[in-house]
């Protein structure tokens, strides 16, 4: 758990290199300290994991995978804050120290082994995002969502917490092994106590992952933050959100599938409609993004609902194609954003001319986000559907493949501003570490997409 | 203060647990139907309170620690939540001169 502490004294050492003005050390050290616990998580592969301090956290593969793939998300999203933040405010230290308390509560969540572990996770994830949301001070936008996500998020934290007690009224204690056998040893006598604890997690759950009808803060709080925190936001902590989801139904209720999979199987289709729907009606690309990440929520949730032995590998393929094609989105929207002032579909007009490799990228990005064959994308979704009719769930895979083709519409809705109408427009001024992010990305999405086997068969 | 003891022990655990779950409801009513940012706020950490009543509940009906221990975990948690979020209510008092929820409609499509 050694990145753990590294993450930890490195966000306490990122704030005294803000107390001392060293503000050009501010990005190296956190990259570096980032890179530090990458090599760290991944040296535990395989150690053969046991529960750590007095059982609270277990750092198994699970947690390894998802560890490394949120680190490696938040990398690549710092990468696109140099002289972003330096916009917002003199006090740049305090938005990398905050990001890396998130990425700190994120490593918890993934690596949760106690339900107080999960909880605390959970909530430094979220303290710390509701002050990203808000940075702008004085961008009305930005307190708007500052304060629908705390609200929304303490709201969900109190159904997490009334689950998490009931099922400690029913089990006695807070261990996942512990409530495992609680579950396995009285298959016909389990309290009712447990079951309105089981519902209550999902509704705790669903509320921060944002899956429909708990979704309705996600549009306005990814348009109103600003855009590196919604890139932040939709990708690592998705990420993290649904391993956490996924870790707590494979290990504790995997055998109360029959009790918790319809519910699920209604919310998993309804996020899908609802996110893919809406979508097609948006105006503004990042509001566009917010709707998009919903309806990949739905899909995410279909390797939870066809609960197996697959699931964690497909999640995690999933959340690695969908997090790496994101940060091109939002990367790209910066840009634009940064140029023109708008985040409509029509500022991405006639990019293609000006910019050949960013709109390129684009490209492959929303390739990728609709699922077309050759990307990363199309891998996660394969991964995803072929899990579902493993379980015989065959209505809900045809209703996905519909909401799949729906979601085509809308990703080529900017392939085509970018190509094919034309404006009068300069050169997007770019970066040499925009074009890195951009290139380095691009190039993942398309070797996952081309040789799938090196990432699809991890657990 | 001996009787007192027994007769808080002679309460059966359902009636802690009918009460938190009232307690629990009225919050998220409140939630729900007032419009003041701060009122809403109150109802949330009234959940919050629930959860920890019942928790010691259950903590001394299994005879556990780790229930009350987990009471201040949410303890330091709703401290937390206090200190963020009147900061983004008092942010938003800066900017509108009110903490109505209503107001709150720039962002929709």
Redesign the interface.
Known sequence: MNALITLSVLAILVLYLGLYKAKNALLPVTLLGLGAALVLSILEWNSGAAPIYSGMMLFDNFAVAFTSICIVSTMLILLISKDYFEHISEHVAEYYTIILFALIGILIMVSFHNL?ML??GI?IMS?SL??LA?IR??D??S??????Y??MG??S??FL??G??FL??AS???DLSTIKEYVISNPRGISP?FYSGVTLMIIGLSFKIGAAPFHFWT??VY??SPTLITAFMSTVVKTASFAAFLRLFMVCFAPLHDFWMPSLLVISVLTLFIGNVTAL????FK?MLAFSSISHAGYMLFAIVALGPLSGNSVFVYATAYSIASIIAFAVLILVKRQTGSDNFESFNGLARKNPFIAFTLTVTMLSLAGIPLTAGFIGKFMMFSTALSEYHIIMVILAAVNAVIGIFYYLKVIVAMYFKSAERNEVQSSPYFNFVLGFSALITIIIGVYPGFISNFF | MENITQAIQGVPLNHY?LLCTII?SI??IG?LIRRN?IV??MS?EL??N??NL??TA?SV??N?P??Q??VF??MA?AA??VA??LA??V??FR??NSTD?NI?N????
Do not use: C
């Open positions: 107080s909880f605390i909530e303290v509701y002050i808000g001070k004085h009305f936008k307190n708007e969502a500052a304060l629908k705390f609200l303490a709201f934290t109190g917490l009334l998490i007690t400690y009224g006695a204690s807070f106590l549009p306005d348009e109103g009606y948006q105006h503004s509001r | 647990i629990f919050g998220v939630v940012a809403i706020f949330v959940m919050l629930a959860v019942l928790l259950f009906q299994h556990d780790s229930g221990v987990f975990f949410i948690l937390a939540e963020v979020g983004i209510i942010m938003i900017n509108t929820v709150l720039k962002l929709k499509w």
